[in-house]
Nanobody, 126 residues
Framework: QVQPVESGGGSVQAGGSLRLSCPIS????????MGWIRQAPGKGREGVASIDRNSKTDYGYFVRGRFIIYRDNNKNTLYLQMDSLKPGGSAMYYC????????????????????WGQGTQITVSS
């Protein structure tokens, strides 16, 4: 049973850093595409980053070079290291999973990813 719970959010000033965590265990055999999505008030959800079973990563154009997604298989935990945060990054962040049979990308996670937790809020002030 997959029961991830996101953590690590908070309030930071622009340029600051945060690391999100999402403990995940017991993935179904088909849900081998993992990632992070975000949703700001009044906006639709969008994929932020993804990682597939082979640790191949993908990022939304708006975070490339600033965020790193990685997975610790020993701890069954997914992470998102967020550096150089911008005010536009304020949103609720969720970890999400989806089947990777048709490929794994930020776009697919953003559209098809299932979220399991309540999310973690990030607020970036200028």
């Amino acid at each position: 049973q997959v029961q991830p719970v996101e953590s690590g959010g908070g309030s930071v000033q622009a340029g600051g850093s945060l690391r999100l965590s999402c403990p995940i265990s017991g993935f179904t055999g088909s849900d081998d595409c993992m990632g992070w999505i975000r949703q700001a008030p009044g906006k639709g959800r969008e994929g932020v980053a993804s990682i597939d079973r082979n640790s191949k990563t993908d990022y939304g154009y708006f975070v490339r070079g600033r965020f790193i997604i990685y997975r610790d298989n020993n701890k069954n935990t997914l992470y998102l290291q967020m550096d150089s945060l911008k005010p536009g990054g304020s949103a609720m962040y969720y970890c999400a999973t989806t089947a990777g049979t048709l490929g794994c990308s930020t776009g697919r996670v953003g559209i098809y990813g299932r979220t399991w937790g309540q999310g973690t809020q990030i607020t970036v002030s200028s």
